[in-house]
Nanobody, 116 residues
Framework: EVELVESGGGLVQPGGSLRLSCAASGFDFSSFTIEWYRQTPGKERQLVAKITRYGTVTYLRESVKGRFSASRDNARNTAFLQLDNLKSEDTATYYC?????????WGEGTQVTVSS
């Protein structure tokens, strides 16, 4: 069974940092791109970052450039999204996603709240 489990979210003050993790199982994690999305209720879902199987970041949302970074550890079947210098507008539920031959799979998400 394919599973993606995000963790690492929380409440943080503006300017703070969080490191999100996406633990994958049930498929050959090292062979597929991982995408990170975020969504706030009532707003459009946003693609935040995309990292290839080789660890190359091929997309980073303009508004997070210089503050967020994506990485992965294929040996641990885990992807990461480092969030630095967080702003209130980064508040959202963050999801990791993988498109594999059997379909598109989403995790349950992890909530990031940036507030003083």
């Amino acid at each position: 069974e394919v599973e993606l489990v995000e963790s690492g979210g929380g409440l943080v003050q503006p300017g703070g940092s969080l490191r999100l993790s996406c633990a994958a199982s049930g498929f050959d994690f090292s062979s597929f791109t991982i995408e990170w999305y975020r969504q706030t209720p009532g707003k459009e879902r946003q693609l935040v970052a995309k990292i290839t199987r080789y660890g190359t970041v091929t997309y980073l949302r303009e508004s997070v450039k210089g503050r967020f970074s994506a990485s992965r550890d294929n040996a641990r079947n885990t992807a990461f999204l480092q969030l630095d210098n967080l702003k209130s507008e980064d508040t959202a539920t963050y999801y990791c996603v993988s498109n594999i031959p059997s379909g598109e799979y989403w995790g349950e998400g992890t909530q990031v709240t940036v507030s003083s």
